[in-house]
Every structure is written in structure tokens, then in C-alpha cells.
Nanobody, 119 residues
Framework: QVQLVESGGGLVQTGGSLRLSCAASGRTFSRSNMGWFRQAPGKGREFVAVMSWIGTTGYADSVKGRFTISRDYIKNAVYLQMNSLKPEDTAVYYC?????????????WGQGTQVTVSS
């Protein structure tokens, strides 16, 4: 049974940083594209970042230059380093696995972790 568990969310001030982690279990994810999505209050879930199984990355325009995705293929983990955080980054952040590079299809989701950026 595939399970994705996020951690690292919290409350941070504008301009601060957070690092989200996602631990994947249930099988190997070495050939899976993994990434992050977010959902702000009253809005739909949106793509944030992806790292393919060969290591290429993609980001939403709104986070380019501020967020960095990385993976540990041995630990089956994916991370999101978030710097220069803004209030509009406030959302529940979800880990995703078995996703297409454009984020239109996702095979597995985590339960989400809350990120709140205060102004």
C-alpha cells in the first residue's frame, strides 16, 4: 500500500523559510515522478514543483527562484525548500507521486501539511 507522509509545515513570517519533507513507502519510487501541490483556502489545488525520476525539475512560475525541490532516491523521500515566503504561499501543501511532469495526472497523494505565512 502506497503511503506519502508530509512534514515540516508551520507558521513563518514573510521572508522566512521552511523545508517540507515527504516520506514515501509501500514500494520503490525510483522511477516515479514526484512533486508538490498546494491548495489555498477557497481555491483549487495547484501544481508547485516536480522532479522526474531522472532528476529534471519543473516549477510553477509563482515559486520559481524561491522554491527548490529535491529527492533522496534511497530514502524514497522528496523535499521542498521554500525561501522568501510570501503570504500568498499560505496553503496546504501536498506531496504527490506517479505524476505526469505537467502535473495534470497524479497517482498518489499525501494527506497534506499546512504552511501559513504571516504578513
Amino acid at each position: 500500500q502506497v503511503q506519502l507522509v508530509e512534514s515540516g509545515g508551520g507558521l513563518v513570517q514573510t521572508g522566512g523559510s521552511l523545508r517540507l519533507s515527504c516520506a514515501a513507502s509501500g514500494r520503490t519510487f525510483s522511477r516515479s515522478n514526484m512533486g508538490w501541490f498546494r491548495q489555498a483556502p477557497g481555491k483549487g489545488r495547484e501544481f508547485v514543483a516536480v522532479m522526474s525520476w531522472i532528476g529534471t525539475t519543473g516549477y510553477a512560475d509563482s515559486v520559481k527562484g524561491r522554491f527548490t525541490i529535491s529527492r533522496d532516491y534511497i530514502k524514497n523521500a522528496v523535499y521542498l525548500q521554500m525561501n522568501s515566503l510570501k503570504p500568498e504561499d499560505t496553503a496546504v501543501y501536498y506531496c504527490a507521486a506517479d505524476m505526469t511532469p505537467d502535473g495534470r495526472s497524479v497517482g498518489s497523494w499525501g494527506q497534506g501539511t499546512q504552511v501559513t505565512v504571516s504578513s
